[in-house]
């Protein structure tokens, strides 16, 4: 089978191979490229309703990366702290409905690395251009981190930094482009991660542009 692959697939094209990123961590290489157009028009959709915002950090920090949600519950951060909340405080309005596609490919990303019955009822949209980053973070909002979360990541591609259960824990280097995606479950769920300086660039759908979703069960 390996072979047959090999003759129709290039030495570069890495499309449909998985890798294991860490432990219950499931890399899904172009997992999303069939869908991508139709993800962007959602995304863009989702963002009339709900504009992407700087959200300031508990500390007053502004976040470089511009945010927005949709699904039952929104991930927030403000001068009171981080959490999810069912109303998107800039509009007063519930966030925008999770689009079928979204819970279609996160159930699907799941089930292939081991996790069947997925259903998120959260998606973080975050929107990076050149410049902007994500510090080394946890993922600690959700209220039971038995289930995984499945990131898509579409534009400009990015360096991905992921680490280990303690912030000092060496840190690996992953790259992560468009129509990736990766599902974080197991041990690697409450691992360090955070994307480096997002370098210049321009992507034929999304320009200056790179997204990532990560959609999670957040109730
Ligand atoms: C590992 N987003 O939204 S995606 C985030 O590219 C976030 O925008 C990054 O970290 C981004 O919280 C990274 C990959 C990712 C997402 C969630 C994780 C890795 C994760 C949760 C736990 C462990
Ligand atoms: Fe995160």
Sequence with gaps: MAYI???MQSLFDRRGETE???PGATLLR???????TT????IEKIAAR????RMKTPGGFEMSVAMTNCGTAGWLTDRKGYRYDTTDPETGQPWPPMPEVFLALARGAAAEAGHAGFVPDACLVNRYEPGTRLS???DRD?????HPIVSISLGLPATFQFG?????????RVALEHGDVVVWGGPSRLFHHGVLVLKAGAHALTGRHRFNLTLRKAL
């Excluded at 172009?30 to 991508?36: F, I, Q, T, V, W």
């Excluded at 993800?39 to 959602?42: D, G, N, Q």
């Design 20 to 22: 294991a990123l860490g």
């Design 5 to 7: 692959r090999g003759t």
């Design 50 to 53: 709900a504009p992407f915002r």
């Design 142 to 146: 959700e209220a039971d981190y038995g």
């Design 164 to 172: 280990g259960s303690k912030r000092s824990d060496p840190v690996r």
């Design 136 to 138: 080394l973070h946890q």
């Design 39 to 42: 993800l962007l028009a959602e």
């Design 30 to 36: 172009g997992r999303a490229l069939p869908l991508a």
